[in-house]
């Protein structure tokens, strides 16, 4: 038996779309799933981020995780390769959040986590017996197998020492999948973490954890394990950082060379419509302070759309941004994902217009926001980006000596890149799948 993972990519983010190699990491499920796959089956993994999905596949199966901006695109790969005469497999988290729709697409959905069922799973496709819903009742985190980096295709990305040391969050932003997917907020044994970090033969690490300090001692044991590997290492966290003088200092001692924060927005009607309520007693300004004082660089995300944003907000946060010097700010337009409390809402209010997940790819506008037209929303999030990402504007945020700024910069040009080709990915590019036939 031959399967082949993929992981179909929308347009903006496919290989041939708006990213380049600096902000393309190795993804952790399809390599998860290839280390619980038996030893006689042959496996193959197809990132589309990084290359084109073969349409002639030589595999038995296909199995595909998909997100909710992928799910059309996926489900367009599924008809295709089902009628090629292979079975298909959908997991990740848009079937998690809509198992019911996706299996009309597929022979069999995945709810949820899947490592520990995917030996069970592979032996009811050999005997030609696939369930068509597969739930995971283990919720444990210890004693998992590796991923099977291996199969990967290294020089592809920008790093593939991608990791796991938690799952889910404590937190319940309305517009996060996280409490959907993850109900309970799952840990890992420390040194379980750490003896996967020591199998990395480069010196970067890249915690994909959704909150790496959700659990505080927690965290605090890791970083401590973390010191003596002399890792360099980057990761997410929450704005409630700032309040943690002890935390801020075990990170950077342990290796923290970056951060990914949550600002959402500037003000607190903005906070308290996504209910960010841990962002509303943050000084912005004093955690960049202090996390810049330890040389630690921060990816701050910011969201438009919400209940709390009127038409300036675009060039009042973009002047925030620089004032703050975050190294490298990503802006977001909010989007409803199904399941979500944003969604129920907008839903009832009846203010939900784009029913194409393709478009839910946190770049276009799906509802009608309440202080300003989609168009507006829409408009000011690519203005907001191509302000932040002029040469003046990375410069005045990034002109500071720092170990990583090589990374700094090249990171920033990616995704000035990025910001330059936002525009035209219109509705028409991003929902045109025409390169998968239709048989």
């Given at each position: ?79 295709y ?17 809509c ?8 022979d ?19 005997n ?18 590796l ?35 993850y109900?309970?907020f ?71 060379k ?19 309520g ?30 709390g ?19 490298l ?63 003046s ?47």
């Amino acid at each position: 038996m031959k399967i082949a993972f993929l992981a179909p990519a929308g347009a903006m983010y496919r290989f041939n779309g708006t990213f380049k190699k600096a902000l393309h990491y190795a993804p952790l499920t399809l390599t998860t799933l290839a280390a619980y796959t038996p030893e006689d089956v042959e496996v193959e993994i197809f990132d589309e981020t990084i290359e084109k999905i073969p349409l002639d596949l030589d595999a038995d199966v296909v199995v595909m995780t998909s997100i909710t901006g992928t799910a059309e695109r996926v489900y367009r790969f599924a008809d295709y390769f089902r009628k090629k005469g292979k079975k298909v497999i959908l997991g990740g988290p848009h079937p998690t959040l809509c198992p019911e729709e996706a299996i009309s697409y597929c022979d069999s959905v995945i709810i949820g986590r899947s490592e520990n069922l995917f030996t069970e799973i592979v032996e009811d496709m050999k005997n030609d017996n696939l369930k068509n819903f597969y739930i995971q009742k283990n919720n444990s985190l210890e004693n998992l197998k590796l991923p099977k980096r291996s199969i990967l295709k290294k020089d592809r990305y920008v790093s593939i020492n991608s990791i796991e040391a938690t799952k889910g969050c404590t937190l319940d932003c309305s517009f996060c999948v996280g409490k959907a997917l993850y109900p309970n907020f799952l840990k890992r044994p420390v040194m379980e973490v750490i003896r996967e970090i020591e199998t990395f033969e480069k010196k970067e690490v890249l915690f994909i954890d959704l909150n790496l300090i959700a659990d505080v001692d927690y965290a605090k044991k890791l970083f401590l394990e973390l010191k003596p590997l002399k890792k360099w290492w980057f990761g997410l966290a929450t704005s409630n950082l700032v309040h943690d003088d002890e935390m801020i200092k075990l990170m950077a001692d342990s290796g923290c060379k970056g951060l990914l924060i949550g600002f959402e927005a500037i003000s607190k009607e903005s906070l308290k419509a996504m209910n960010k309520g841990i962002n509303l007693l943050a000084d912005y300004h004093l955690l960049m302070k202090k996390l810049h004082s330890y040389n630690i660089a921060v990816n701050g995300t910011f969201t438009f759309g919400s209940d709390g944003d009127d038409k300036d907000v675009f060039k009042r946060t973009v002047e925030e941004v620089i004032k703050m010097k975050v190294d490298l700010p990503r802006y977001s337009i909010l989007t409803p994902f199904p399941k979500t409390k944003l969604y129920d809402e907008l839903e009832r209010e009846g203010r939900i217009f784009e029913r194409n997940w393709t478009m839910y790819d946190v770049q276009h506008a799906v509802f009608h926001p309440k202080n300003m037209t989609a168009d507006e929303l829409q408009e000011g999030g690519i203005y907001a980006w191509r302000e932040t990402y002029k040469f003046s504007s990375i410069f005045k945020r990034i002109a500071r000596f720092s170990i990583i700024a090589p990374i700094l910069l090249s990171t920033n040009l990616g995704y000035r890149h990025y910001a330059d080709k936002l525009e035209s990915f219109n509705y028409q590019k991003m929902t045109d799948n025409s390169d998968i036939p239709l048989l």
